[in-house]
């Protein structure tokens, strides 16, 4: 805006220097027809080739401003074409995070849901666990209770055969059979439940 305006002034005083130029033509030539020349040409003169000296400084200045405007605006068109890649850049790059990032929403909700999930299974897994330790102390107790009911018995039907043969070995040989039996037995019963 002050290049303009200064070029403006520039204008402005070319003209009326231009204007000055030819009323001092137009007055020098009716006194050089009139007159005889004198001390007031001579001074006419030399005004106005200092006016000429002026208007054609004046011209190159503007000459110059006009170089340096073009030049001001190559170099306008230039950045404002970098900063128009640059915020292309920029909104490529913000949709590719986006995108990344929706990505990464996607597999956070994926592995919450796989982790509840597990998580339900590991609880499951766990009340299972829990039910076959209670059937395990059940049967253990069950085969207790069964085990000392059959030394009772063995123990009568031996107190009446031999009161004093009951030792261990006796009571491990003749029961271990039973024992196992009845474990195989009452894991049928619990596979079958």
């Not at 033509?25 to 006194?31: D, E, F, G, I, T």
Request: charge should be negative; aromatic fraction near 2%; hydrophobic fraction near 25%.
């Amino acid at each position: 805006m002050q290049e303009r305006a200064a070029r403006q002034d520039l204008d402005c005083d070319k003209i009326s220097l231009e204007r000055q130029n030819k009323d001092l033509k137009n007055r020098l030539a009716s006194c050089e027809g009139s007159l005889k020349p004198s001390a007031n040409t001579s001074q006419l003169e030399s005004r106005i080739r200092e006016l000429e000296d002026r208007l054609q400084s004046e011209e190159r200045d503007r000459s110059a401003q006009q170089a340096s405007n073009r030049k001001l605006d190559r170099k306008v068109k230039e950045l404002t074409i970098q900063l128009d890649d640059e915020r292309q850049q920029v909104s490529d790059e913000k949709d590719q995070l986006t995108l990344r990032v929706k990505v990464l929403k996607r597999q956070v909700d994926e592995s919450e849901e796989e982790v509840e999930r597990l998580e339900t299974a590991r609880k499951k897994g766990l009340r299972e666990l829990e039910d076959l330790h209670e059937t395990n102390e059940q049967l253990q107790n069950r085969v207790k209770s069964l085990e000392k009911d059959i030394w009772r018995k063995n123990m009568h039907a031996n107190a009446r055969a031999d009161a004093d043969a009951s030792t261990d070995e006796e009571f491990d040989g003749i029961y271990q059979p039973s024992i196992a039996s009845l474990i195989t037995e009452s894991n049928l019963q619990t596979s079958s439940c």
